[in-house]
């Protein structure tokens, strides 16, 4: 009950901070199927495997495309590296280029329990590489991550905190909660709440509604579609996002056939 009327307390509060704007920075995601959209889980993949992750995104009102190459690799069974590399393309109709590239170590020290949840956390960076409409000159910082499965579906929540390379921007804060709920063995239904406070912001301003499917083609390779809403300022901007993920090396199950012989 407490903790209701407090996420309730949260979301009030959103809706009255004052409206302010900046370009969409991108930052360090998940690689599916390790996450909802933003929303990272405490799942990584296993020793010596790799996630590739290739996506694109339209946003409208500002209206501009995205295209993003990911990767993560299990360091141990409990242990990632991961990376991100966004393209931004038409930003106010001509501003096109790179965003700073992301990289990050994501460590579960908590495996979920029978009542409580994983735990791991986030140290991460982005190297000064991007055009200066896209950049923050490089930035530093972390967050902790909570998942916990209930039946069909597993939610996570995601805290962050960012301190951009640019003196003249302000911390980033961010935060996210998500779920994927198992509609059938190879597919899932999304959703997510993300809000931040930007580089460009003194308060939070921006908060988004994602939802979406996920769909498995085969055991390694992933298919999510989503679409997201701008909640706090209530104006018709919208996001479509598609994704594809492959998880290698592609392990090739062996099949046994067994025939029956007829006696003569």
């Not at 905190?161 to 999304?190: C, V």
Request: hydrophobic share 35%; proline share 5%.
């Amino acid at each position: 009950m407490k903790s209701s009327i407090s996420f309730v307390f949260f979301l009030i509060c959103i809706f009255f901070v004052e409206i302010a704007h900046g370009f969409d920075i991108k930052g360090l995601q998940p690689v599916g199927p390790y996450g909802v959209f933003s929303t990272f889980s405490t799942d990584s993949p296993p020793k010596g495997k790799s996630a590739i992750g290739v996506g694109a995104e339209k946003s409208r009102a500002p209206d501009f495309y995205r295209y993003m190459f990911q990767y993560s690799y299990g360091i141990t069974n409990n242990m990632e590296f991961i990376t991100a590399v966004p393209y931004v393309d038409r930003w106010q109709n001509t501003e096109t280029g790179f965003e700073d590239i992301a990289l990050g170590i994501k460590h579960r020290f908590i495996d979920e329990g029978k009542y409580g949840p994983s735990v791991a956390y986030i140290v991460k960076a982005s190297v000064p590489s991007g055009k200066d409409e896209f950049s923050t000159d490089g930035s530093a910082g972390g967050g902790l991550i909570l998942s916990k499965r209930v039946g069909p579906v597993s939610g996570h929540v995601n805290i962050f905190y960012e301190r951009p390379g640019n003196g003249r921007l302000n911390d980033e804060k961010s935060f996210a909660a998500g779920f994927d709920f198992s509609a059938t063995h190879s597919s899932k239904i999304l959703g997510e709440i993300y809000g931040r406070s930007s580089h460009y912001a003194s308060g939070i301003d921006q908060i988004e509604g994602r939802f979406g499917y996920r769909f498995a083609t085969t055991d390694y390779l992933f298919t999510t579609i989503g679409i997201g809403f701008d909640l706090k300022n209530r104006s018709p901007e919208y996001r479509l996002m598609l994704s594809i993920a492959v998880l290698l090396p592609v392990e090739k199950k062996t099949i046994r056939k067994v025939y029956d012989e007829e006696e003569k």
